[in-house]
């Protein structure tokens, strides 16, 4: 059977393969149950399933590749499976990865890992009465998880790309050059980074590369896992503090900088402590004009893959239409008192 995932392959063949999979890797799992594919995702796939036997469910997640156009940083699958497993000893939380996709098991690239409940949706986190409480604790255990991530001895993974600060600049001049379409906020942006170049970190440390809602599972406990590692590179731990800060994930909590939940200095101040490690607040504030210029070009080149016919997804163009939110964003940042 070709590589193939729910998409693109019969319904019925999918499932079946699926369940035969699932009985061969859990002991005890003879059907499936629940299997429904969740919303979002413009790259990847995300299946929701239990596998069940007599004395058994087990909540699970396939996390899988429809084969379609991907960023040119994202990881592998198998890459970042690895990556996951990798991480398990280091208090970082995480979903466990269960098995990684052969050729044999016919449903194409991906992992299957444990499903852990909570809500990802940002909306519902900022303001639906279920998180009020747990809302005030959320960006000091950002700061906490984040510390813990830079944390992890690179000795322990498993190779991963270096992105410092040049290589993350020369990258986006070059998308910038390829788009064939000129933006004088870019430029702007283009010509205040280059005048305002910090000293490469001597270390470089893991980065998660996306922490942000959405890739967060929160409960009324909190934090429960960070998802989504297809981006996790070595680089510079103030890319992830500068990113969670970005206008994007504030979702009209426009005065609440870290996921329009709190302030800078909170997460700040619960990176310091988890860490002992001071913040370089001028270097964040760097990481928070190159961001927003990474998710300026990131827009624009889902434009070109929706108006091309690569990919027609709803998803491609809702992330499209906003290049001219990212330019504003820019604006207001050049505008901004350090």
């Known amino acids: 059977m070709s590589a193939q995932t729910g998409a693109t392959m019969n319904a019925d063949t999918f499932a079946q393969a699926l369940r035969s999979l699932v009985a061969r890797i859990v002991p005890g799992a003879d059907r499936l149950e629940g299997l429904r594919r969740l919303s979002g995702g413009a790259t990847l796939q ?122 993350t600049l020369a990258k986006l001049q070059h998308r910038y050059q390829a788009m064939g379409r000129p933006s004088p906020v870019f430029e702007l942006a283009f010509r205040w ?24 599972i929160i409960g009324n406990d909190g934090l429960r896992a960070v998802l989504d590692w297809e981006v996790g590179h070595l680089g510079d731990p103030a890319e992830d503090l500068a990113w969670i800060c970005l206008p994007p994930w504030r979702f009209g909590q426009i005065d609440q900088p870290v996921g329009g939940l709190g302030q800078r200095e909170e997460l700040f101040s619960a990176y310091q402590a988890a860490s002992g490690t001071a913040v370089d607040r001028e270097r964040v504030r760097y990481w928070e004009a190159i961001s927003s210029l990474r998710w300026g070009l990131g827009c624009a080149g889902m434009n070109d893959w929706f108006a091309s016919g690569r990919d027609p997804t709803v998803e491609r163009a809702m992330i499209a239409r906003r290049v001219s939110e990212s330019e504003l964003d820019l604006m207001r940042f050049f505008a901004r008192r350090p």
Do not use: C, Y
């Not at 040119?72 to 000893?89: F, K, T, V, Y």
């Not at 747990?134 to 992890?152: C, E, S, T």
């Not at 280059?194 to 890739?215: I, Y």
């Open 46 to 167: 995300t299946w929701s399933f239990d596998a069940v036997g007599d004395r058994l469910r087990m909540p699970l997640i396939l996390r899988s590749s429809p084969g379609g156009p991907r960023g040119a940083e994202s990881l592998s699958l198998p890459a970042e499976a690895d990556l996951i497993r990798a991480l398990a000893p280091s208090g970082v939380p995480l979903p466990s990865v269960i098995h990684t996709l052969v050729a044999e098991d016919g449903i194409g690239d991906g992992f299957l890992m444990t499903r852990i409940e909570g809500q990802t949706i940002p909306r519902k986190i900022l303001r639906d009465l279920e998180f009020a409480a747990v809302r005030p604790r959320l960006v000091a255990q950002f700061g906490a998880v984040l510390a813990a991530i830079h944390a992890v001895p690179s000795a322990s993974l498993p190779p991963l790309p270096l992105r410092s600060l040049s290589i």
């Open 193 to 216: 980074l280059l005048d305002r170049q910090p000293a490469e970190l001597p270390h470089p440390s893991l980065v998660h590369g996306d922490f942000r809602h959405g890739n967060l």
